[in-house]
């Protein structure tokens, strides 16, 4: 039996790789997680509520992809510990805005330090300039775009 040719294929393949990284990372982020009350579900809505300094509750299921129900389970966690707080929309009184309390930024400033010390554990074999690099890759094939990968170091 004969096996096919294959063009121009690279020499190495990255999904394994990646998966098992990502693996890696994800255990030892749930383990600095848990003392804090934070599954990364919650490290990422807590996320992107800083980030976009408040969201309606629909918007914030669309971004993170998430159903109705399985928002409000998510925001009744987080709005148990006082980390969001939710309230209607003074525009349209059917909706509720989601925001971050000072509790909540405050317990997701911990989780990123804590998250930090994972990365330079899982990371360590990387120099700086290495890891900026990674990131830079990872956002450009995420992103799918041909962009030139810019980093601090690039300076």
């Known amino acids: ?36 009350g934070l599954r990364p579900r919650h490290l990422i809505a807590l996320t992107v509520l800083r980030e976009s300094a408040g969201s309606t509750q629909q918007a914030l299921a669309a971004t993170l992809e998430m159903d109705g129900t399985n928002i409000v389970g998510l925001l009744n966690d ?33 989780a990123e330090f804590a998250l930090a010390a994972v990365e330079d554990e899982v990371l360590g074999a990387l120099s700086e300039a290495q890891r900026e690099e990674l990131y830079c890759l990872l956002q450009k094939a995420l992103a799918g775009s041909d962009a030139r990968c810019t980093t601090a170091l690039d300076d």
Not at 19 to 30: G, I, N, P, Q
Not at 86 to 109: I, M, N, Q, W, Y
């Open 1 to 36: 039996m004969t096996s096919l040719p294959v063009a121009n294929q690279p020499v190495h393949r990255s999904g394994a790789l990646l998966d098992h990284l990502a693996r890696r990372v994800r255990l030892r982020s749930e383990t600095v997680l848990a003392p804090l």
């Open 78 to 110: 987080l709005e148990a510990e006082n980390l969001v707080a939710r309230r209607r929309s003074p525009e349209d009184r059917r909706r509720h805005v989601v925001e971050l309390t000072d509790a909540g930024a405050k317990r997701l400033a911990k």
